[in-house]
């Protein structure tokens, strides 16, 4: 089982601020590294798929990169909507994993 | 646009089995090269995926859990299910629904469903 790390646990930023979130896989993923965000009481919501491409509908300023064992996903300028817990989840095999999460949380 | 709906008991019996069913509108299960997926999350705690089928009927599931899971489509009412025999207090969670693109890429989710297991 590929074990993803995420770096750090909380992140206290205010608007406006850059948010830089990272993920560490065990092995190399390739690029088959994806950024899922959640708020309280909601479904994650997928952002990022495959290292650095945005879903449908995901504002520009999500972005995603990275391949083999070390990805970031990057918010350049926080807005309120923003603060929410961020996952990263590994599929470079059929066993599909996800990593603790970060919580953006407004300082 | 698609939808996903999870359905089923809120609480179980340790020792019982817990039974789900995952609603899909706006689109057939069976169209497309699409995989389902079942997803859980603990309270407070993160995600992990417990397996998927895939509209030929293939199926995958993760090893922790392998012993116990099945994952079945009824293409004609447009649903999967989920049934995860022998349930203990580690088994309460949300259980959420996935639309999985590309064997990984959850794309489409449902609201979850809380499920508890308890005596």
């Known amino acids: 089982e590929i074990v993803l790390t995420q770096s750090p646990a909380t992140l206290s930023l205010s608007p406006g601020e850059r948010a830089t979130l990272s993920c560490r896989a065990s092995?190399?993923?390739?690029?088959?590294l994806a950024w899922y965000q959640q708020k309280p009481g909601q479904a994650p919501r997928l952002l990022i798929y495959?290292?650095?491409n945005r879903a449908t509908g995901i504002p520009a300023r999500f972005s995603g990169s990275g391949s083999g064992t070390d990805f970031t996903l990057t918010i350049s300028s926080v807005e309120p909507e923003d603060f929410a817990v961020y996952y990263c989840q590994q599929r470079s095999n059929w066993l599909t994993t996800f990593g603790q999460g970060t919580r953006l949380e407004i300082k | 646009q698609v939808q996903l709906q999870e359905s089923g008991p809120g609480l179980v019996k340790p020792s019982q089995t817990l039974s789900l069913t995952c609603t899909v509108s706006?689109?057939?299960?069976?169209?497309?090269?699409?995989?389902w997926s079942w997803i859980r999350q603990p309270a407070g705690k993160g995600l992990e995926w417990i397996g998927r089928i895939h509209t030929s009927g293939s199926t995958n599931y993760n090893p922790s859990v392998k012993s116990r899971v099945t994952i079945s489509a009824d293409m004609s009412k447009n649903q999967f299910s989920l049934k995860l025999s022998s349930v203990t207090a580690a088994d309460t969670a949300v259980y959420l629904c996935?639309?999985?693109?590309?064997?990984?890429?959850?794309?489409?989710w449902g609201q979850g469903t809380l499920v508890t297991v308890s005596s």
């Open positions: 092995q190399s993923v390739s690029s088959y």
């Open positions: 706006g689109g057939s299960i069976s169209s497309g090269n699409y995989y």
């Open positions: 996935v639309r999985d693109h590309s064997v990984g890429v959850f794309d489409v």
């Open positions: 495959d290292a650095s």
